[in-house]
């Protein structure tokens, strides 16, 4: 054991030797370099690609429609649990703009009809009227005179 030279100890000479010798150091310098700028450059493309598909999906989800529906019942003060009563009847009309619903009475309860259809067996009995109960205040605040911006009998889903 004593005799037997390890590649760890192999290794320390041959450093060892590339160091005295003096002519390795820059070499080995300019490669360390070299690979640290390369990492660098590569996490940098990385965080700007990141930045960037970020950008991309905040823009396109700040113009989504169902985005712009869900600031606007916000914006009309109505309650959590009205929103999300006027959420699932948005989903439920499957309109491209669910803001639409705001601006027609007619479709607004059309839309309803709809919820309430595929609703069916979902909501217990007792649910089902408090949710009438909010719809119907919901439609009362937005529809204060009983019609909607748009003539009712231009709107047809």
């Excluded at 010798?21 to 820059?26: K, N």
């Excluded at 996490?43 to 113009?63: D, F, G, P, T």
């Excluded at 979902?122 to 605040?141: K, N, T, Y």
């Amino acid at each position: 054991m004593l005799g037997e030279v390890t590649d760890f100890e192999l290794w320390q000479r041959a450093v060892r030797n590339q160091f005295q010798q003096g002519e390795s150091v820059g070499s080995l310098l300019l490669g360390v370099g070299c690979l640290v700028a390369v990492v660098v450059l590569v996490l940098v493309i990385a965080r700007l690609q990141a930045r960037w598909n970020q950008r991309e999906e905040k823009a396109q989800e700040e113009s989504h429609p169902q985005r712009l529906y869900m600031h606007l019942i916000c914006a009309l003060g109505f309650t959590a649990t009205q929103r999300h009563l006027l959420e699932a009847v948005a989903k439920a009309s499957t309109l491209a703009h669910p803001a639409a619903l705001l601006m027609s009475d007619v479709l607004f309860d059309q839309s309803v009809v709809q919820w309430e259809r595929l609703a069916g067996e979902v909501h217990a009995d007792a649910r089902r009227i408090d949710d009438r109960r909010a719809l119907a205040f919901a439609r009362s605040r937005l529809f204060p005179e009983g019609r909607g911006i748009v003539q009712s009998a231009s709107v047809r889903l």
